[in-house]
């Protein structure tokens, strides 16, 4: 049974970099067969998805166009673990932030817990 | 603006049934049957309930079912119990370059 677990700060000022990592268990991050993502949750722009890391013989990355200039997402293969940077912060960018486990069928399962992330000085 | 279109809100009384929609288009819903549907209670993560149009992932109560027609796509929930008041989100692929996109959103009562 695949779980996640997030960790990272909750409170981030303006300009700086929103930084999370999800911790994987019962799964491997570098498995051949999923992608892991982050996608995040505000009521003025509903579920958006962020980006995703996938190994397949050498490591991948996707990112939405919304945030392409600023995200950074990593594996860390140490620590079975991946991990989301995103720069230049505007309250905009508050949110929840999930992790989610993908695949090549486009459907999420499961989610981390999820972690409030307010931009704000 | 959410990319695809849900009804905010859909309410039912216990043991009836009620179906959400999910309007896309051609590039989306309509082109891929990757659409996926989630279960979202206040406070949580969403959890998925439907994979691939009308996959029930193990675990799943059978009362929820998915289809999909042309650009839309449907949940369907039956024998509605109070454990089913929650938000529901659908979500698909998309030919864009956002790979991923989502509905609004609809919020199910039960009455």
């Given amino acids: 049974q695949v779980q996640l677990q997030q960790s990272g700060p909750g409170l981030v000022k303006p300009s700086q970099t929103l930084s999370l990592t999800c911790a994987i268990s019962g799964d ?47 594996p ?13 912060v505007t309250p905009e960018d508050t949110a929840v932030y999930y992790c989610a486990k993908g695949n090549w069928k486009y459907w999420f399962d499961p989610w981390g817990q999820g972690t409030l992330v307010t931009v704000s000085s | 603006q959410s990319a695809l279109t849900q009804p905010a809100s859909v309410s039912g009384s216990p043991g009836q049934s009620i179906t959400i929609s999910c309007t896309g288009t051609s590039s989306d ?6 659409v ?26 059978n009362r929820f079912s998915g289809s999909k027609s042309g650009n839309t796509a449907s949940l369907t929930i039956s024998g509605l119990q109070a454990e089913d008041e929650a938000d529901y989100y659908c979500s698909s692929y998309t030919s ?8 609004g959103g609809t919020k199910l009562t039960v009455l």
């Fill in chain 1, 28 to 74: 491997s991050v570098s498995s051949n067969s999923a992608a892991w993502n982050w996608i995040r949750q505000s009521p003025s722009r509903g579920l958006e998805w962020l980006g995703r890391t996938y190994y397949r013989s050498k490591w991948y990355n996707d990112y939405a166009v919304s945030v392409k200039s600023r995200i950074t997402i990593n």
């Fill in chain 1, 76 to 88: 860390d293969t140490s620590k079975n673990q991946f991990s989301l940077q995103l720069n230049s």
């Fill in chain 2, 29 to 34: 819903v309509g082109g891929y049957n990757y």
């Fill in chain 2, 36 to 61: 996926s549907w989630y279960q979202q209670h206040p406070g949580k993560a969403p959890k998925l309930m439907i994979y691939e149009v009308s996959n029930r992932p193990s675990g799943v109560s």
């Fill in chain 2, 96 to 103: 864009s370059s956002t790979y991923v996109v989502f509905g």
